[in-house]
Each structure stands twice: as structure tokens, then as C-alpha cells.
């Protein structure tokens, strides 16, 4: 599991030229890491007076893992009840960024239609855990983690 990226800004660079096959571009190819798949886009906002266009980062599931993970819910559409349907979305683990809460709720959707034409009663998307978790690396621990409680004088 040795895995590693290193980042290269505009520029010339002779390391550049020595890996020219090997280097890849996160516009044109994306990042595949984790399940996730992590580019850079264009925001599709122009600037007034004719500047650059803006760029932001892309986070997403990639498309192998988003079609096991359809497929396994489409799987357990009409064969689960609601609750544990719900369960399972809620340990889907991963982060919800905008991508990935449009991914989620496009499965959804289609768990909705499935188990509607057999008649059973839909999933709500609250189920989906739709709101990312705050993580502050630099915050305090305490407030970050919460007080540690001593358990037979150790903690």
C-alpha cells in the first residue's frame, strides 16, 4: 500500500522532461485514490471583463466504485426494509462533498423508483447524511475529540 503523489506547478524543470510519460495532468486525468476520484475543473463561472476562467478542485466517487456501490443498493432496493436501507447509506464512508451528495442522491432516487414500482415505501434522504463532518487538524483536542474520561485510572 506505498502510495504517493507529488504535485508540479507550471514551469520548466528537469524533472519534468525525464518523466514526461509518467507525469499526468489532474484537468485531463483524475486523481484515483481511495475509491474517490479528485480532479481540477473549471467552474464554469467566466469572470467579468474577460479574465481567466476560474478552476476548483473536483471530489468525487470514482465511476468503478460509484457502479458497485448502485448496484449493491439497487441490489437491496426491494428486498430490505427502510430502516436497514437507511442504515446502509449511513455507513456509506465517504465524505459528502457536493459531488458525492449528488452521487448519493441520484442512487437514492433510484432506490426510490425500484421500491415504488413494488409498491413499497421510500427511503427519505435524510437517510443519506447528506452534511460533511467539521474537522479542525489545528483546533483544540478536547473540543475536537471531546474530554477524555479516565477508565480505571487510565486514559
Known sequence: RDWFLLLATDGHHPFKQQERSQIRDCRRVPIKFE??????????????????????????????????????????????????????????????FAPVRRQLLTIERAVNEARTRMGYEPISHTALRLRRKVVQPFGDQEATYGACRPIKAAC
Open 35 to 96: 475509491g474517490y476520484s479528485i480532479s481540477y475543473r473549471r467552474s464554469g463561472v467566466t469572470p467579468k471583463g474577460g479574465g481567466p476562467p476560474k478552476w476548483h478542485s473536483c471530489v468525487r466517487i470514482d465511476a468503478a466504485t460509484y457502479k458497485q456501490l448502485k448496484a449493491f443498493f439497487l441490489d437491496r432496493a426491494c428486498h430490505r426494509s427502510v430502516e436497514n436501507l437507511a442504515a446502509d447509506f449511513g455507513r456509506v464512508p465517504y465524505a459528502r
